[in-house]
């Protein structure tokens, strides 16, 4: 497994944008598939994307498709999370996480995600 730590959140306007990134410990970061979930005051956990170990396959959340993108860089251990188009409900603590196992197949379920980060504040004001 992995280390995580999140950067990048902030106060930011309706509309605008935040990249969130996520650098990760250890040389096998890139036998791990990775993600974003995100945890707003009051509500449970959710899931926002994720990425496949090499890159090749992303999935998102229907709230978020079409304005964030999770991209990852192997060679850096780096995680990364544009988002666009932010709303005020894009409120929360974002979470890194990595699969429990290596070379796992691309998963939506906090369950899978064995690693997981201390979180990144994102508020998006009116």
């Known amino acids: 497994q992995v280390q995580l730590v999140e950067s990048g959140g902030g106060l930011v306007q309706a509309g605008g944008s935040l990249r969130l990134s996520c650098a990760a410990s250890g040389r096998t970061f890139g036998s791990y598939s990775m993600g974003w979930f995100r945890q707003a005051s009051g509500k449970e956990r959710e899931f926002v994307a994720s990425?496949?170990?090499?890159?090749?396959?992303?999935e998102y959340s229907n709230f978020v498709k079409g304005r964030f993108a999770i991209s990852r860089d192997n060679a850096n251990n780096m995680l990364y999370l544009q988002m666009n188009s932010l709303k005020v409900e894009d409120t929360a603590l974002y979470y890194c996480a990595g699969s429990m196992y290596p070379f796992q197949l691309l998963s939506s379920r906090e369950g899978d995600f064995g690693s997981w980060g201390p979180g990144t504040q994102v508020t998006v004001s009116a």
């Open positions: 990425i496949l170990y090499d890159g090749a396959r992303t």
